[in-house]
C-alpha cells in the first residue's frame, strides 16, 4: 500500500482481556517499529525489527506484551491480560533502510482498558 | 522513558506570523527529524537532518541541525491556520531507535 496501515484504529479491552494490534507496512521496508504514546506524551519506542528479526525489545513494558514479524512484512502487537495503564496509542512505523533513516507512521490504534 | 525537551509547550499565534521552537538534549545526536501530529493520526515527517550545522527548507519550515549535535531548531515562516498540531523533535544516535521530545502544540489564530 501507500503507506502504513494499522487495525483496528479504535479498540476497548475489558481489563484482563488480550488484544492483538496489527501493522502492514510500507511495501519492500526493512525495517519496522512500534511505538506507545500516551495522552499528551510524545512516542515511546517499543520495539524495532529488521525483516522478521526481532533485533530490540527493551521498549516493551513488561512480558505481557509480545510482537512478532513472522514474515518480515505484516507485523502484531499482543497484550496480555490488559491493564488500565496499558491504555494508549499504539504507533507503527517503517522504513526502507536500517540505520540513518527516515521513518513514516500509521494513524495508530488507541486502545482503551475499562 | 527518556524524551527530549521541546519549547515552547505550546503557543498562540496570529496567522501569517513566523513561529519558532526548539528541542534540545543532554546526548549527542547523528540525526535529527521533525514530525507533525494532527489529531487522531499518526505522526507525518516534515524535515530530516543528518549533518551539525544542516540547514533544510521544505516550504515555509525551516530546520536547523545544532552545532554541538545537541539541539534542533523548527521555523515556519507566515504560518496558516492549517499549520495547527502538535509538533514533534526526533534524534536519532546512529541506530535504529528514535527518542521524541516531549511536543509543541501551535494553535493558529485566523
Known amino acids: 500500500g501507500a503507506g502504513v496501515s494499522q487495525s483496528p484504529r479504535y479498540k476497548v479491552a475489558k481489563r484482563g482481556q488480550d488484544v492483538a494490534l496489527r501493522c502492514d507496512p510500507i511495501?519492500?521496508?526493512?525495517?519496522l517499529f512500534w511505538y506507545q504514546q500516551a495522552l499528551g506524551q510524545g512516542p515511546e519506542f517499543l520495539t524495532y525489527f529488521q525483516n522478521e528479526a526481532q533485533l530490540d525489545k527493551s521498549g516493551l513494558p513488561s512480558d505481557r506484551f509480545f510482537a512478532e514479524r513472522p514474515e518480515g512484512s505484516v507485523s502484531t502487537l499482543k497484550i496480555q491480560r490488559t491493564q488500565q495503564e496499558d491504555s494508549a496509542v499504539y504507533l507503527c512505523a517503517s522504513s526502507s533502510l536500517t540505520t540513518y533513516t527516515e521513518a513514516f507512521f500509521g494513524q495508530g490504534t488507541r486502545l482503551t482498558v475499562v | 522513558g527518556q524524551q527530549l525537551n521541546q519549547s515552547p509547550q505550546s503557543m498562540f499565534i496570529q496567522e501569517g506570523e513566523d513561529v519558532s521552537m526548539n528541542c534540545t538534549s543532554s546526548s549527542i545526536f547523528n540525526t535529527w527529524l521533525w514530525y507533525k501530529q494532527d489529531p487522531g493520526e499518526g505522526p507525518v515527517l516534515l524535515i530530516a537532518?543528518?549533518?551539525?550545522?544542516e540547514l533544510t527548507s521544505n516550504g515555509r519550515l525551516t530546520a536547523q541541525f545544532g552545532i554541538t549535535r545537541k539541539d534542533s531548531f523548527l521555523n515556519i515562516s507566515a504560518s496558516i491556520p492549517s499549520d495547527v498540531g502538535i509538533y514533534f523533535c526526533a534524534g536519532q544516535r546512529g541506530t535504529y531507535k528514535y527518542i521524541f521530545g516531549t511536543g509543541t502544540r501551535l494553535k493558529v489564530l485566523a
Open positions: 537532518l543528518y549533518k551539525a550545522g
Open positions: 511495501s519492500g521496508h526493512v525495517s
